[in-house]
C-alpha cells in the first residue's frame, strides 16, 4: 500500500523556520521525482519544489527560493522540505508528492500556519 506521510507543520511566527518530512512507503522511493505542493485558503494547490535525485537539480518557485531547501534521503524513504524565513504568504496546507512516469501519489498534507 502506497503511503506518503507529512508531518512537521504548525503554528509559527514570521522569520521562524520549521522542517517538513514526508515518510513514503509501497513503493521505489528511489526512482521517483519528488515535489512538495502546497494550497493557500482559497486557493489552487501550486508547486513549490521538487528534485529527482538525491544532490542533483533542485526546482524551486521564485517565492521560496533562497529560503526553501528540499532534499531527500533515499536510504530512508523520506523527503524534507526546510524551510527559513517564514512569511504569512506561506501558510497554506504542504503536500508531499511523488512521481514516475504515469504514476502519482500524494500525500494527506501538513498544515504551516505563519502569524504573529
Known amino acids: 500500500q502506497v503511503q506518503l506521510v507529512e508531518s512537521g507543520g504548525g503554528l509559527v511566527q514570521p522569520g521562524d523556520s520549521l522542517r517538513l518530512s514526508c515518510n513514503a512507503s509501497?513503493?521505489?522511493?528511489?526512482?521517483?521525482?519528488m515535489r512538495w505542493y502546497r494550497q493557500a485558503p482559497g486557493k489552487e494547490r501550486r508547486f513549490v519544489a521538487g528534485?529527482?535525485?538525491?544532490?542533483?537539480?533542485?526546482d524551486y518557485v521564485a517565492s521560496v527560493k533562497g529560503r526553501f531547501t528540499i532534499s531527500r534521503d533515499n536510504a530512508k524513504n523520506i523527503l524534507f522540505l526546510q524551510m527559513n524565513n517564514l512569511k504569512p504568504e506561506d501558510t497554506a496546507v504542504y503536500y508531499c508528492?511523488?512521481?514516475?512516469?504515469?504514476?502519482?501519489?500524494w500525500g494527506k498534507g501538513t498544515l504551516v500556519t505563519v502569524s504573529s
Open positions: 508528492n511523488a512521481i514516475y512516469g504515469s504514476l502519482a501519489y
Open positions: 528534485m529527482l535525485l538525491p544532490g542533483g537539480r533542485r
Open positions: 509501497g513503493f521505489t522511493f528511489s526512482r521517483f521525482t
